[in-house]
């Protein structure tokens, strides 16, 4: 009982006090969520409002519900709504597949110097990508995972985004890390997993992270890192920063609960997040067919309040205009948006896989001559008189010794302490942690013909 009386009397000290804030305390639900009332908490539609009571208005009664969340018409017809629409979504897109310029299109124009670095690191990260595959399949490192047919999606999205933003990213995207300024020498260090490496080593190769480029450590667990955007996200708006979280994550990664509590909670709570969906067409052996039956991806942002764009993968011009667009309003208009970019994963899932078990080679081969999207940009720079056959061989020998230099070096620097796979997580380790280094150590020991020589304890 005197609990119930001390709730009531809290009850309605807290009424008093939003009636003297002039709230409206009849409706919770826009005293919480009015845009003027709430800078934290706002809310996009029209909630009840008090001075519109339910009333008995006959009329009004019988078009109208007048629900929390806006306003809903009756009909008399039973209408279901489609499960999709007749028509896809459109996809945005600003070069053909021949690089040429498409008439009328609306885009971001791009300085002959953003356009020449953008497609620069384009060729960088394919050049990376075939001389690290070619080192894991050497048995130099253990795995490896390329971005083939999706560097326009890496690279022109990181170029449209402020050096500010957050990168929350799956793992196919090394090319954003890239562009940031992480350096060849860094990505062989993580892959060989020397001391050098950001994260000791624990992590398997590809697993990059950046505290000082503002992009999050790699975590293979799928779509995890989706919610993380949201929650950084939300953070940036309450500390009033110029800047934005971004996550990427393939088609697979939209079928986690993850994508779909993150893309809610975005919309309800009104976080500059820009979600960058890579819809490369499988999830290792998984195909879309069986991954969802709505139109995409694009579609289900709209069903959670977020607005949304479909664009060309493969098109580096309309990658980096929509995602500037889209960082525009995140940030100064405080919202989340979501970007479907429709690709193809021309290379294996990862070096743990062979495609050509579960899908065509030559659809395979389609993508990755007619749907290049280097070549594609190659072509726009050439015509525009950026680019030319002697900048191009220039570009690529010199990428190819620098990064057989790079895989030499990382080689032949040593590994991090083994004591290192014990420590950063208990500021003081548990026994059961100390049991286990010990046991570690005399192993070793045990055993030296087992374990690499160039690890100290
Ligand atoms: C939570 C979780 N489930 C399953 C896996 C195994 N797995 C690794 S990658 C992957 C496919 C992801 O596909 P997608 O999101 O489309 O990304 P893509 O590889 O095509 O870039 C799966 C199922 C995982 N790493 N984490
Ligand atoms: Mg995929």
């Not at 709730?7 to 009424?15: A, D, F, N």
């Not at 007749?86 to 310029?101: A, T």
């Not at 609960?257 to 993150?262: L, S, T, V």
């Amino acid at each position: 009982m005197s609990l119930a009386f001390d709730m009531m009397r809290k009850s309605s000290t807290i009424l008093t006090h939003l009636k003297s804030k002039k709230i409206n305390f009849f409706s919770p639900s826009t005293a919480l969520l009015s845009p003027q009332r709430n800078p934290i908490l706002t809310n996009r539609f029209n909630s009840t409002t008090a001075h519109i009571p339910f009333t008995s208005n006959p009329i009004h009664d019988q078009h109208v519900i007048d629900f929390p969340g806006g306003n809903v018409k009756f009909i008399p017809e039973m209408r279901f709504i489609p499960e999709s629409s007749q028509d896809r979504i459109p996809c945005y897109r600003v070069l053909d597949h021949n690089g040429e310029q498409i008439f009328g299109t609306d885009f971001v124009q791009v300085s002959e110097d953003v356009a020449v670095k953008m497609y620069s690191n384009m060729v960088t990260l394919q050049t990376m990508d075939n001389i690290f595959y070619e080192a894991q399949r050497q048995g130099r490192i253990s795995f490896y995972v390329t971005t083939v047919g999706e560097e326009a999606i890496n690279i022109a999205s990181a170029a449209a985004l402020s050096m500010d933003d957050v990168i929350f990213p799956q793992y196919r995207e090394q090319g954003a890390l890239l562009w940031r300024g992480f350096t060849l020498q860094e990505f062989a260090n993580q892959c060989f997993s020397n001391k050098f490496d950001n994260g000791k080593g624990r992590q398997m190769p590809a697993h990059y992270g950046s505290n000082k480029l503002n992009y999050m450590t790699v975590a293979s667990t799928v779509a995890t890192q989706i919610p993380h955007a949201v929650g950084a996200a939300y953070s940036l708006k309450m500390d009033k920063k110029d800047a934005c979280a971004v996550t990427y994550f393939g088609d697979g990664g939209s079928s986690e609960g993850d994508f779909h509590a993150g893309l809610n909670f975005a919309a309800v709570m009104e976080a500059p997040v820009i979600f960058i969906c890579r819809n490369n067409g499988w999830a290792i052996s998984t195909p879309t067919s069986d991954q969802f039956r709505s139109d995409g991806i694009v579609v289900k942002g709209q069903a959670y309040g977020v607005r949304s764009i479909r664009v060309d993968g493969n098109d580096a011009l309309a990658i980096y205009s929509a995602v500037q667009a889209a960082r525009q309003m995140a940030v100064s208009e405080e919202r989340p948006i979501l970007i479907e970019a429709l690709t193809y994963r021309v290379g294996h899932h990862s070096t743990s896989d062979d495609s050509t078990k579960y899908r065509p080679a030559n659809e395979i081969e389609w993508w990755r001559l007619a749907r290049d999207p280097v070549a594609r940009l190659r072509k726009w720079i050439e015509r525009n008189g950026w680019w030319n056959d002697m900048a191009e061989s220039e570009l690529r020998n010199n990428l190819r010794h620098q990064l057989l230099r790079t895989i030499q070096v990382a080689e032949s620097v040593e590994k991090p302490p083994l004591a290192d796979m014990f420590s950063d997580v208990y500021d003081v380790p548990p026994s059961n942690l100390c049991e286990q280094m010990k046991w570690l150590k005399e192993t070793v020991k045990k055993h030296p013909r087992e374990y690499p020589t160039n690890i100290s304890m």
